[in-house]
C-alpha cells in the first residue's frame, strides 16, 4: 500500500508540475502574442497614416515641380529682360539666376513641407535652425565664406567669363564663376578650382581688361656693332608688321650694358582682338634674328678668356765657396 501511495503522490506532482508548466507557456505565448499584436497595430496605423497622406505627398510633389518651372521661366525671363540692354553687366545677370533661384526652390521646398507634414510651419523650421546656429556657423564657415565672396565678386565684376586672370600664382582663361568657387582653365588645358574667398582676398591681374596689351622682348648686340643700326633694322620690322600698332608708338632703347652685349628692349602694343602676346612675340623675335643675319649685326653669346703666362726657369743658388 505504501508503494502505490507513493506512486499516487508522485504522479500527482507531476500532473500538477506539467499544470503549471502548460499555464506558464500559454501565459508566455499570449503575452508574446500581445506584443506582436501590438507591434501589427503599429504598423498597420502607420501603413493606414502613409496611405491617407498619399494624396497630399502627391501634391507637395506637384507644387514643388511647379516652382521648379517657375525657377527656369524666371531665369528665361531675366535673360531676356536683361541681356539685350547694351549697359548691362553679364555677371548681374548671372547673380540674379542663382540668386532667384535658391530663393524660389527655397521657398517650393516650404510650402511642399507645409501640404505634406501635418502640423508643420516654417516657424519651426526657423527655430530648430537657431538650437543649432552656432554648431551650424562653424560647421560651414568657409561655405558661407565662399559663398559671400562669390556674389560680392559677381556684383563687383572685376573681371568677367572669358578674361585672362592670374591669382595666386594661377593662370588660365575663367571658364564659369559660381557661388563657391571659380573656374579656370588653364594654358595647358586643365582645369583650375579657385575658391571664391581666395580669389575675392587676393590680388588679381587681369590680362585681357583692355584689348591692347604691349609686348616686349631683350636683344643684345655686340659691343662692336652699331646700336643705330641695330635699333634701324627693328624699327623697319616694326613698322612694316601688320598686327603691331602705330599709336601708342613702338620703341627700342638701350637698357643694359652688360658683360657680353649691349641690350636693347624692343616694346610695341598690340590689338587682342587681332592677335596674341605670344604668336605677335614669336614672330617679332624671328623676324629680327632674320635680319641681324643678313645685315651682319652679331647676336652674342658668352665668351671667356683664359690668359696663362709663361712660367720663368728659376735660377739654382750658388754656393758660398764660389
Not at 507531476?14 to 507591434?39: C, M, N, R, W
Not at 526657423?126 to 552656432?134: C, E, M, Q, T, Y
Not at 560651414?140 to 556674389?151: A, R, V
Request: a neutral charge.
Amino acid at each position: 500500500m505504501s508503494n502505490e501511495s507513493t506512486a499516487s503522490e508522485t504522479a500527482k506532482q507531476a500532473g500538477h508540475v506539467l499544470l503549471e508548466a502548460g499555464q506558464k507557456t500559454t501565459a508566455k505565448v499570449i503575452e508574446e502574442s500581445q506584443k506582436y499584436s501590438d507591434s501589427y497595430a503599429i504598423v498597420n496605423k502607420f501603413i493606414a497614416a502613409f496611405w491617407e497622406r498619399v494624396p497630399y505627398i502627391i501634391i507637395g510633389l506637384v507644387v514643388f515641380c511647379i516652382f521648379l518651372l517657375l525657377t527656369r521661366l524666371f531665369k528665361y525671363f531675366i535673360r531676356k529682360a536683361l541681356l539685350k540692354r547694351a549697359n548691362t553687366r553679364q555677371n548681374l545677370v548671372m547673380v540674379l539666376n542663382r540668386v532667384g533661384s535658391v530663393v524660389i526652390i527655397s521657398l517650393g521646398f516650404l510650402v511642399a513641407l507645409v501640404i505634406i507634414i501635418p502640423g508643420f510651419s516654417p516657424g519651426q523650421l526657423i527655430g530648430a535652425l537657431g538650437i543649432g546656429s552656432v554648431a551650424i556657423g562653424f560647421a560651414f564657415k568657409d561655405i558661407f565664406q565662399n559663398l559671400l565672396s562669390g556674389i560680392l565678386i559677381l556684383l563687383g565684376e572685376p573681371f568677367r567669363i572669358g578674361d585672362d586672370i592670374i591669382v595666386e600664382g594661377l593662370e588660365g582663361t575663367v571658364e564659369d564663376i559660381q557661388i563657391r568657387a571659380t573656374f579656370l582653365r588653364s594654358y595647358d588645358g586643365r582645369r583650375l578650382v579657385i575658391p571664391n574667398a581666395t580669389v575675392y582676398t587676393s590680388p588679381i591681374t587681369v590680362n585681357t581688361a583692355y584689348n591692347r596689351r604691349r609686348c616686349e622682348f631683350v636683344v643684345g648686340i655686340g659691343y662692336d656693332d652699331d646700336i643705330d643700326k641695330a635699333k634701324a633694322i627693328i624699327n623697319r620690322i616694326l613698322e612694316n608688321n601688320a598686327n603691331v600698332l602705330g599709336n601708342p608708338a613702338h620703341t627700342v632703347i638701350v637698357t643694359a650694358l652688360a658683360d657680353f652685349s649691349v641690350n636693347l628692349t624692343v616694346r610695341w602694343w598690340i590689338d587682342l582682338k587681332e592677335t596674341n602676346i605670344l604668336a605677335s612675340g614669336s614672330e617679332i623675335q624671328s623676324e629680327v634674328k632674320q635680319a641681324f643675319n643678313r645685315e651682319g649685326v652679331n647676336i652674342p653669346y658668352p665668351i671667356q678668356e683664359m690668359k696663362m703666362s709663361t712660367p720663368q726657369a728659376i735660377a739654382a743658388p750658388t754656393s758660398s765657396a764660389e
